[in-house]
């Protein structure tokens, strides 16, 4: 019985199947029609940034960031305003005596003293809500990032699997076929580049963003403590009429409320970049190979990947059918010298159904039909070794040279592995798997973070309102209040 070279045919498609893999065509980042932005890059001379979303590109990061520049401009203005005014303060200390204390109305007092209750009453709803909304997000985009990092460690995994088999069959076959053997090993290596590239992505890239994640939920967690410590205070203060501890809180919230500015620009430059990711996974999953996903994971050029998974199915398929004749035949042999149950099997099992589909269907198999992994089990009942002679061999039904024996357990191993990551063929080249997981988190996380990442926003620019509003009221009352004494937790004065 020998082993037709037609046997290789399955591995050369297999290399077909290997474009799936290559750096053009992998998935988290070029530009696409589909997706494309038209925002200011400044790492580019304020150009225009044209291209999509692509996480590894600094100008993608570099122009998404900057569309929340008006909290950026605000947060300067701010603070120059309170450079500007604490130079005019001291100025007007040493040069200036102090000015004529101004008589007002009771109604007066009272109408600033509920302008300060209003805006930090405000400025602590604001702040408990962005506390509230931080920690939505904060929990909602790690479980968004997971799902993104695990695509890509799924990725690794199937690859790294799909490599470590092929480097196997290359080892098996390198005695009987060199050719095949060193496209095996191409293949191999490839796929262990690209390999390590979603690796680089899931460990590298996955640890600044995860860095990322974490270091904005602190500032903010931080930014907002402190700011309704600072409140609650300012309020004692202000009813104990405590002017130096007044003054020094209100310099306090000055370079707060700058921050908060900052933190507003932030948060609308993470509800922008939430909506460009699940716009592109939404592209991904309507259309994987005309995504703007497409530098991390394999998911590239599906239809050509179909066709080259369909001849491996059919190639296989029909290797098993021939081997299955010769077993026929071999069985009609053998009934001529009643030992037709020497070979304990009546056909090899064929995992793939017929045309057109040649679908792989590992369950269609009979019961007695034998894995063709145990085929060299079978034939070694009639191998000849070469330490017996011809003539030995033949007188005891062993009329299988060693070579040829060996040669068949070479192919009959290379087959079975080439079985054995068929599914992870598939998945990778039908990208189910990112598919599956994309589609989890465009219909069941992206909207719950869209909204956590709106309201964190919202509550950002509404405390950034309120705290400038608040410390421009301290300001006032702290001025309506010189020279004047007050009774604890009085708001009128005490008249002369």
């Known amino acids: 019985m020998t082993i037709s070279n037609g046997v290789l045919l399955p591995f050369m498609l297999l290399l077909v199947s290997s474009s799936v893999f290559s750096p053009k065509s992998m998935v988290f980042g070029s530009s696409v029609s589909e997706q494309s932005f038209n925002r200011i890059d400044p790492l580019n001379h304020f150009k225009h940034y044209r291209g999509g979303y692509d996480i590894r590109n600094n100008h993608y990061w570099a122009s998404a960031v900057f569309i929340g520049v008006h909290g950026y401009a605000a ?31 009771d109604s007066y007092y009272l109408s600033t003293f509920l302008l300060v209750f209003l805006f930090t009453s405000l400025a602590i709803v604001a702040a408990s809500l962005a506390i509230y909304a931080n920690q939505k997000s904060y929990h909602r985009m790690r479980k968004m990032v997971d799902t993104i990092i695990g695509v890509g460690g799924d990725a690794h995994k199937m690859i790294r699997k799909v490599s470590k088999t ?38 590298k890239d996955g640890d600044k963003i995860e860095l990322a994640i974490k270091t904005s939920y602190l500032v903010h967690l931080g930014v907002l403590a402190l700011n309704l410590v600072l409140l609650v205070a300012a309020l004692v203060l202000l009813l104990l009429h405590w ?48 995504s703007s996903l497409d530098t991390i994971l394999p998911c590239g050029g ?11 199915s059919y190639t296989t398929h029909n290797f098993i059918n021939k081997l299955n004749s010769k077993i026929e035949e071999l069985h009609k042999f053998l009934q001529v010298f009643g030992m037709e149950s020497l070979l304990g099997f009546s056909e090899i099992c064929n995992p793939f159904s017929g045309p057109p589909s040649y679908s792989y269907v590992p369950d269609k198999c009979p019961k007695n039909a034998l894995p063709i992994s145990k085929l060299p089990n079978v034939l070694e009942r009639f191998a000849c070794y070469k330490g017996n002679s011809t003539g030995t061999c033949k007188g005891i039904g062993k009329v299988l040279p060693e070579d040829t024996y060996n040669e068949a357990w070479a192919y009959s191993d290379s087959i079975q592995y080439l079985l054995n990551i068929f599914p992870d063929l598939q998945s990778l080249t039908t990208c189910s798997f990112v598919r599956d997981s994309f589609s989890e988190v465009v219909v069941h996380q992206c909207s719950p973070f869209k909204v956590s990442v709106r309201l964190l926003w919202a509550s950002m620019l509404s405390l950034s309102i309120a705290m400038l509003l608040l410390v421009l009221t301290w300001l006032v009352n702290v001025f309506q209040e010189r020279g004047r004494s007050f009774s604890m937790c009085s708001i009128i004065p005490n008249t002369a």
Request: with cysteine; charged share 10%.
């Open 302 to 312: 599906l239809s050509n990947s179909n066709i080259a998974m369909m001849q491996i």
């Open 166 to 203: 092929m480097e196997q069959m290359h080892n098996i076959l390198l005695p009987y076929d060199q050719t095949a053997s060193n496209r095996l090993n191409l293949t191999a290596y490839q796929l262990g580049r690209e390999s390590k590239t979603i690796q680089d992505f899931v460990h």
């Open 243 to 290: 002017h130096p501890g007044l003054i020094m809180i209100i310099f306090l919230c000055w370079i707060l409320t700058s921050l908060c500015w900052v933190l507003t620009g932030i948060d609308y430059f993470l509800h922008t970049f939430g909506d460009d990711t699940c716009a592109a996974l939404q592209d991904f999953e309507q259309c994987p190979q005309n």
């Open 75 to 105: 947060a300067g203005a701010w603070l120059l305003c309170g450079i500007g005014f604490g130079i005019f303060m001291v100025v007007r200390s040493l040069c200036c005596s102090s000015s004529t204390v101004i008589n007002h109305s």
